[in-house]
């Protein structure tokens, strides 16, 4: 049985040859909506999620009732025999850098659009969120012919431009391989130290990459994913003709099949798990539906994160 992101309805595949929606067009609509969450939805929470407590280290100072526990230097701690905490100078500005892993399974797609459509809108919204509040943006395509990077910028215009050039790539091809491989050690030298990195994709069930850890102590990563509901559960309907794209193949799905929904659900829950992994703090990682409202899942992503 092919898993969900990789079996492709025959009735959909009109739909590449489909033209593209024009890219600035879409951008401008979503951006009028990106402004009004900013000034009321999100009233600082963008901006505060991102800096916190500030990230560049300045010098080790006592302290005192009141400092946050999670500043203190537990090694200077032990040697002087009383509490010293970290001190941190607050960064003047921003620095976010987007990681589109652009894998075929993304084209999959049940209902009124993909996952890459859903993802990629996903992209440009932060991309927008990014403009407004006046922080630098980068962009680093990844598929599996190869990366290009947009190194960070900051402005409307040029971010918007951006946005529109990865809007109006085309996706790679249905048969291309399926592991994308994501030049971590060029990712580590693409943006300031601390920088946000935001990192969009399929998250199919793999290793944690090797060059994870590097990330994750020079940048702020983030994890987003968009999940068709055929990745959640199979449809309660009669067999039906999919074709997997990884075997080259039709196959014939009974989702009524104890066995087939068995499958699914394993491959469901090892495709959670290895997100997980990757991002253990659930207020690192995004999980959204092609169905969802994009912005409103953004919203509520860091409302949550202001929460804790």
Known sequence: MPSPSSAFSLQPSARASAPAAPSFAALRRLEWRVKHAVETALSGEYRSTFRGRGMEFDQVVKYEFGDDVRDIDWNVTARLGEPYR????????????????????????????????????????????????????????????????????????????????????????????????????????????????????????????DGWSVIRRRYQPMCFRVDDPWDRALPDSAPFGAYDPLAGRIVVLSPRNATERRQHAEWREARDAALREVQPDPLVRLVVSTQDDMLDAVVRFFRARMAA
Do not use: Y
């Open 86 to 209: 970290k001190k941190f100078v607050e960064e003047r500005e921003v620095s976010v850098l987007i990681l589109f892993e652009d894998s075929p399974s993304l084209q999959f797609g049940s209902g009124g659009r993909t996952k890459r459509e859903a993802l990629l809108e996903l992209a440009g919204l932060v991309a927008l969120l990014g403009a407004v509040n006046r922080d630098r943006v980068g962009l680093i395509h990844v598929t599996p012919d190869g990366h290009h990077l947009a190194p960070p910028v900051r402005g409307r215009s040029q971010i918007m431009h951006m946005a529109a050039e990865l809007l109006g790539r085309p996706a790679p091809a249905i048969d291309a391989p399926a592991e994308v491989p994501i030049p971590w050690q060029f990712i580590a030298r693409a943006a300031p130290r601390h920088s946000v990195l935001l990192w969009l994709g399929d998250f199919p069930p793999r290793p944690v990459p």
